[in-house]
């Protein structure tokens, strides 16, 4: 089976790398956005302004036209443009009264305009159509050029002028507001953006400097780790090399003796230098065994070993002390799997779990240890159990913590299971406390990239 | 007559050697055991003069043997304890009722002259 491993280390800056992302995105999205958004504000601004503007505009021209109508009818002295005359009056009329209603609708936007008052002139282009239609032209061009009708006509175009300049003014100033906000809400943009840019890569760049020296200091400690192991080892080693140096000692003492002797046994020297070759192999495994655990794990590389082979290499250290303190050792791993490991690491967490194990039930009137290889559709598994009675539940939590330890002041690293689990954990695989077991029980968790595989 | 002397060390190739070795060299009658209960079987049937004993053994240790034949069978024969493991301290040793501890491997001329100077001590402990 296998599981997705993934790492806090590899984890934030990948987060930090999709908010950068992000960030970009929504700093595009935001430009597109404010630029609709001045779009639709200079839209508002138009729905309100431009009809006053073109009724003001229309306006002026249909009096521009009433004029000339009358005009031209004086002149022609002929009264037949009384139609168009009436026509560009109502429409007149309708047009102002349209801008009053807008200005006073739209007063909160438009701001205090003037009423704009028509009815005296309304009055006079009644008269004026009267007149036109009975012929008195005379009567017309005195009450046109009467100084009561100039002044309410140039009233009434300065009143659409001023109109016109105060909407005009009043659009101007609300687009240079507009702008204003909106540029103002993109420099503040700009700015947040710009700081949240540099706190994200300051962030990323301390976490890439802080990821990599706790690396450093990881792989420092697990180095430590295995040479405060490989000091308490060689120390147990040398006691372990003790007794089969006294039956070297003691044999070839028996040889020479043996020998000089006359007529002497050559039987019993032979059988003797055969113990010595016996005793010599024993110590060899032993220095192997130290060799192996000594050996930097950086030279060996992930590839295919028997199980069977690397558990009894890993124990070749162990084996004396296990005979000395009376430790049933049994394992049961099927001699035709392979795993795909780096054997200096895995040896070392198999060491660590049966040294663990020997620590805790040396003294014990029947110690035993199993070392089991099980498979099941959960996936492949190899477990260490002792004779001990199992992990109290408020241990379980921290026993794969750094520097945890039972163990008493230099007697133990604490690092042994921290590391162990790292080393597991590398390999794509779990450590962990089987709490169901009576007995102390870890299990290491094989997975699919570890590859179990039968050999034929 | 020969002084009666008891090897036991969980090692039978240790206990063979010194069987031979010390029964050819010395003054001692020899009697080697690989099992702590049968070494306590040959004590309590026979006058031993000295023991030498291993320390590490599986099932029952040497100072668990001695103080079991100290207390239990009240036999009061000097131990010689023989280790190659450092282990327990030779203070806690001695305080048992141990006559002297040796290392593994050990020098055969102090090795007998152990034997011969605790053969001839007054038993002790109790």
Known sequence: ?456 | MKKQLLVLDDEEEIVQILCDILSSECEFQVDGFSQAHEAIEALKTKNYAVIISDIQMPKMTGLEFLREIRTEHHILTPVVFLTGFADVQPEEIIEAGAYCVLNKPWDLGELISVLNKASNSPALGG
């Open chain 1, 1 to 456: 089976m296998m599981k997705s491993q993934w790492s806090v280390s590899q984890i934030v800056p990948m987060i930090l790398s999709v908010f950068t992302v992000g960030l970009i995105i929504l700093l595009l999205v935001g430009s597109f956005h404010s630029a609709d958004r001045s779009n639709n504000a200079i839209k508002e601004i138009d729905q309100v302004h431009f009809p006053v503007l073109e009724d003001l505009a229309v306006g002026s021209r249909l009096q521009q036209s009433l004029d000339f109508l009358l005009e031209l009818s004086i002149q022609s002295r002929d009264p037949k443009y009384i139609g168009e005359y009436e026509l560009a009056r109502g429409l007149l009329i309708e047009t102002t009264n349209r801008v009053n209603q807008l200005v006073l609708k739209n007063s909160k936007a438009l701001g205090d305009l003037p009423h704009i008052e028509r009815k005296y002139l309304t009055d006079f282009e009644e008269q004026f159509l009267d007149l036109l239609s009975q012929g008195k032209f005379e009567t017309l061009v005195r009450l046109k050029s009467s100084e009561e009708y100039l002044e309410l006509k140039t009233s009434f175009s300065e009143k659409m002028f001023s109109t016109v300049q105060a909407v005009s003014e009043k659009r101007e100033r609300e687009l240079v507001a507009q702008q204003e906000t909106l540029s103002r809400e993109y420099w503040m943009g700009g700015v947040i953006v710009g700081l949240v840019s540099v706190l994200l890569i300051v962030i990323l760049t301390l976490w890439t400097h802080v990821s990599h020296k706790s690396q450093e200091l990881e792989f420092r400690a697990q180095n430590n780790a295995r040479l405060a192991a490989l000091g308490e080892m060689a120390g147990g080693v040398a006691h372990e090399i003790n007794n089969p140096l006294a039956i070297i000692d003691g044999s070839v003492d028996m040889c020479l003796r043996e020998i000089q002797r006359d007529g002497f046994d050559h039987e019993k020297v032979f059988k003797r230098l055969n113990k010595v070759r016996e005793t010599v192999q024993r110590i060899t495994k032993i220095v192997k065994g130290l060799k192996r655990f000594s050996r930097e794990p950086d030279s060996d590389e992930m590839q295919m070993h028997s199980l069977l082979k690397v558990v009894n290499e890993s124990l070749d250290l162990s084996r004396e002390k296990i005979k000395h303190l009376g430790v049933d050792v049994k394992i049961n791993i099927p001699a035709n799997l392979e795993i795909c490991c780096n054997q200096t690491e895995f040896s070392q967490v198999i060491i660590n779990l049966v040294n663990n194990s020997i620590d805790e039930i040396k003294g014990e009137k029947d110690p035993w240890i199993r070392i089991e290889y099980n498979s099941s559709s959960q996936g492949a598994m190899l477990s260490i159990t002792d004779s001990g009675k199992g992990i109290p539940m408020d241990l379980v939590k921290n026993i794969m913590r750094p520097f945890f330890s039972t163990k008493g002041i230099g007697e133990g690293t604490g690092l042994g299971l921290s590391i162990s689990h790292g080393i597991i954990k590398r390999h794509g695989g779990d450590l962990v406390v089987d709490q169901q077991s009576t007995n102390t029980k870890f299990d290491i968790i094989l997975p699919e990239a570890i590859k179990v595989k039968e050999v034929a």
